[in-house]
């Protein structure tokens, strides 16, 4: 009872100044006290903090996907890694925009529009990683090559080399995996058209949908069957697409714009606190609550909104979460919860 009167005397005091400009938010460290608000307290909190992005107390919603944040052992970083990239020369002509949405620069490529659901499964390593290969596929065939390929087929058939398939995996394993084993095409869960769709069902409460109820547990990661399904026409092994490299990107703003400016969206992973779990829209900035774990996104752009810039970001919660129908955004430019801190992508 002491603590929490203690953590509602400290929120009731440092709540009061509510913070407009990033600089001004910025000089004020986060407290031992901040980090340990949770739930409504901590939604109430970061609401009065600052005016970037808002919090939605949402118990059940949380619960739920906190099973699936990835362990702090598949949280990859950038730095000491072999293939990293060089920083980008400053001096290069060539010019960053104010803001990209790659969705407008490849608007041949419909697999930047794709907002997946990765269901009750901590998959979002294999699915983030199929979502930027399909697009960079797509992009770097200059359009001729419109698949998606097999977040199911980076799961079930990587195996351990790239982690534990549901219980969490590594960005960058799966990369490597894809240019030695190849990746076939997917889609969709029960999508027909390709070799293999997603194994999992959407599951839960979905706007004006009823889906599945979600299992109590984790599904199990499903078993590597090197076969396409029924009816798709092509053997297994001559649907693989092979990437022809990956490599790490520094944890350099400009670099990581100009990667994406050229040559499509990037594979990152940052750290999840729960105050993001409670994100309803915004640019986030992490402002309370202890770390949950990990979680592999893909950047397809950037931009500035009142004068906060931000890393554009397309999730896998499925077209109900975030913005703009499974979207959401997150301050660039000081590598809020290491975001800039895991980066990486390839060619095909």
């Not at 554009?312 to 809020?336: C, H, K, M, P, Q």
Request: aromatic letters at 12%.
């Amino acid at each position: 009872m002491l603590v929490l009167l203690v953590l509602l005397s400290f929120f009731t005091v440092s709540s009061s100044q509510k913070f407009t400009r990033l600089e001004e938010f910025l000089a004020q460290p986060i407290t031992k006290e901040a980090e340990q608000l949770t739930g409504e307290a901590l939604v109430e909190y970061v609401n009065n903090r600052q005016s970037f992005f808002k919090a939605k107390y949402s118990p059940e919603v949380v619960k739920k996907r906190r099973q699936f944040l990835l362990k702090p052992q598949f949280i990859e970083r950038s730095y000491n890694q072999e293939n990293v990239l060089p920083v980008a020369n400053i001096t290069s002509n060539d010019d960053i925009p104010e803001s990209f949405d790659s969705r407008e620069k490849w608007k041949d490529c419909p697999s930047l529009r794709v907002i997946p659901d990765q269901s009750n499964c901590g998959s979002c390593w294999a699915v983030s990683a199929a979502q930027c290969m399909s697009d960079r596929l797509c992009i770097h065939s200059q359009g001729r090559k419109k698949v998606l390929l097999s977040a199911t087929d980076i799961l079930a058939c990587c195996g351990k080399f790239c982690g534990y398939g549901c219980d969490g995996g590594y960005n960058a394993r799966a990369w490597k995996w894809a240019t030695i084993a190849g990746v076939v095409t997917g889609g969709a869960y029960k999508e027909k058209g390709n070799c293999k769709p997603y194994v999992f069902p959407q599951c839960g409460a979905h706007k004006g949908k009823a889906f599945n109820n979600c299992p109590s547990h984790p599904y199990a990661t499903p078993a590597c069957k090197p076969y396409c399904q029924y009816g798709y026409g092509k053997r297994y092994e001559n649907d693989k697409i092979k990437a022809k490299t990956w490599y790490w990107l520094p944890n350099d703003e400009r670099t990581i714009q100009l990667e994406i400016m050229k040559k499509g969206p990037v594979h990152a992973t940052f750290n999840i606190y729960e105050d993001f779990e409670h994100y309803n829209g915004g640019v986030y900035i992490h402002t309370a609550g202890a770390m949950e774990g990990g979680h592999s996104i893909k950047i397809i752009g950037w931009g500035v909104d009142k004068g906060v810039k931000y890393w554009l970001i397309a999730n896998s919660w499925s077209t109900d979460w975030g913005e703009d129908g499974g979207y959401f955004r997150v301050v660039r430019g000081i590598n809020n919860c290491d975001i800039e801190g895991g980066v990486l992508a390839g060619t095909f």
